[in-house]
């Protein structure tokens, strides 16, 4: 389905833009006409440009007292029929667990991007980190599926906000842009196209005329029998009648206080992603054919792994790189099958190892997993990685005498 609204108030052609701006401009060209947010650096710039930009395509933008309320008014913002978002960095990300649980339960698509920095706690409010990749995955309590993207460019954060948005129309279900600070603080070229040649979902709706309004169920299996298909939404007000809870419900969305309700809900929340995986999952990668030792990487930290990588190449180390541009759901099955071939994996990352823990469940013993990490603050130094490619295909590393 092509996106069918005006050129009024777009912003379209080259760009030199900040990468938090970019994702601004993804999100009005995706549809968004809703913002909430609370100021946190280094995600503040999304709040600001959506302040500006969104009066000027029909939007609202509403600065709240905090992050808690930000999601909460997005998952409302959104079952008024409008697409939302809202961005914040480390601490806010952390408030907004619970409510993100919340709209988990509730099945509402909306977006939250998450401008990373160093923590815990205050952290380094002005210095990058990838340290929140596994509270993205494991943050809001109980069982479920997430779906999180991970930018590397200003072009890929207006890209994937995109993407984020399709998504969650698709799924019913928030989705996250996990981004870093030197990524959203970056300035460089972002293309934008118009908006007929850019692909739009909208949510699966029930209008008047499709179900008599007491009749219908918010939450019902589809008649299909694929478990993974998602039920239409219906928008509050338009006179059906329905309930939304975050307490185990029926199909009705009425509280259900027992194991088979439980057992229902949670099934459709994990298997709506877990059947998609393939739709859902993307990658980049590079030289994988002949490689002995594959970079996996994401973010910033996977734009630094690229140098060391076409380096140890020249020196005839067979390197290859798989870039997450999905991180969660996690690429388990392409893992898999790469380290059955492989020596060993190397994953870079601004923190003191998390995404490294899926990669070393998923090798299960039949490839080596090394970890370079930088514990915030800074990006990881080319020669850093470049360093581990050569002790992982067992060269001597002359690191100091390199320059990049």
């Keep these: 389905m092509h996106s069918m609204h005006s ?37 503040t710039e999304v709040a600001e440009r959506m302040s500006t930009r969104l009066p000027q395509v029909g939007g609202i933008y509403i600065q709240m007292e905090d992050e808690l309320a930000s999601m909460n008014a997005i998952l409302g913002a959104s079952w008024s029929g409008a697409k939302s978002m809202t961005s914040t960095s480390g601490p806010g990300f952390s408030l907004m667990m619970e409510n993100l649980g919340l709209g988990i339960m509730l099945e509402t698509p909306c977006v939250l991007v998450n401008v990373q920095r160093g923590g815990p706690s ?21 069982d479920y599926e997430i779906i999180a993207l991970s930018p590397n460019s200003p072009q890929e954060l207006f890209d994937l ?42 949510r699966p709706l029930v209008r008047k005329g499709d179900v008599e309004p007491d009749h219908f169920r918010i939450f019902r299996d589809p008649e299909t029998g694929d478990d993974g298909q998602v039920a239409p939404m219906a928008v509050a007000g338009e006179g059906f009648r329905f309930h939304i809870t975050g307490l185990t419900h029926d199909e009705r969305g009425y509280p259900a206080m027992n194991a088979e309700a439980s057992e229902w809900n949670i099934k459709r929340l994990v298997k709506k992603i877990r059947l998609h995986r393939d739709e859902i999952i993307q990658v980049e990668e590079r030289y994988l054919r002949d490689a002995e030792i594959v970079v996996v990487s994401y973010g910033i930290s996977a734009r630094t792994s690229l140098w060391p990588i076409e380096q140890a190449r020249k020196e005839g180390i067979r390197i290859g790189y798989l870039r997450l541009i999905t991180v969660w759901p996690f690429p388990a099955e392409q893992i898999k099958a790469l380290a059955k071939k492989i020596r060993a994996f190397v994953v870079p990352e601004i923190n003191a190892g998390q995404i490294l823990l899926e990669v070393e469940r998923c090798a299960a013993g039949q490839a080596q997993v090394i970890g370079v990490n930088r514990l915030g603050g800074d990006i990881l ?5 470049l360093s581990a490619l050569r002790a992982a295909a067992g060269k001597p590393d002359t690191t100091k005498a390199d320059k990049c």
């Design 7 to 43: 050129h009024e108030g777009l912003l379209i052609g080259e760009h030199f833009l900040l990468g938090d701006y970019a994702a601004a401009e993804g999100a009005i060209m995706a549809g968004c006409r809703f913002f909430a947010g609370y100021p946190i650096t280094p995600a």
């Design 122 to 142: 205050t952290g380094l409010p002005t210095l990058v980190g990838q340290q929140d990749m596994m509270q993205a995955r494991w943050g809001s309590h109980g």
């Design 161 to 202: 906000t995109i993407r984020a948005f399709n998504l969650a129309e698709k799924f019913r279900t928030p989705v996250l842009v996990m981004t870093d600070a030197e990524v959203g603080h970056m300035t460089e070229r972002v293309i934008i196209p118009p908006p007929e040649e850019i692909e739009l979902v909208q």
């Design 381 to 385: 130094e080319p020669q850093q990685v």
